[in-house]
């Protein structure tokens, strides 16, 4: 399996963005998907998560909205109302052997090679 992200980019405090990750493979839809990010001199952070539940971190709750669509083999995320500290590197991952979501970073089998996401104030 293997996953492409991309979306990333600049943008103001307030403002939005999607990002989207394209899995190849024939069985996405069994797997579970998430974003994962990461900040500069930060532990990798669950973002949201998506499988036979959907989930998301508190801090972007009401803000970002995760989604799949199967038959094109990709997951999104749509960011809106962003802030400053939302800058990071955004990873996508599948768990390709679970229908379940984790917010553990190491129980997932295939990630992207992340995308930019930098909000000015």
């Known amino acids: 399996v293997q996953l492409q992200a991309s979306g990333g980019g600049l943008v103001q405090a307030g403002g939005s963005l999607r990002l989207s990750c394209v899995a190849s493979?024939?069985?996405?839809?069994?797997?579970?998907m998430a974003w994962f990010r990461q900040a500069p001199g930060k532990e990798r952070e669950i973002v949201a998560g998506?499988?036979?539940?959907?989930g998301y971190a508190d801090s972007v709750k009401g803000r970002f909205t995760i989604s799949r669509d199967n038959a094109k083999n990709t997951m999104y995320l749509q960011m809106n109302s962003l802030r400053p500290e939302d800058t990071a590197v955004y990873y996508c991952?599948?768990?390709?052997?679970?229908?379940?979501?984790?917010?553990?970073?190491?129980?997932?089998?295939?990630w992207g090679q992340g995308t930019q996401v930098t909000v000015s104030s």
């Open positions: 991952a599948a768990r390709a052997y679970s229908g379940t979501y984790s917010t553990s970073s190491a129980n997932y089998d295939y």
């Open positions: 493979g024939r069985s996405f839809s069994s797997y579970a």
């Open positions: 998506n499988g036979d539940i959907t």
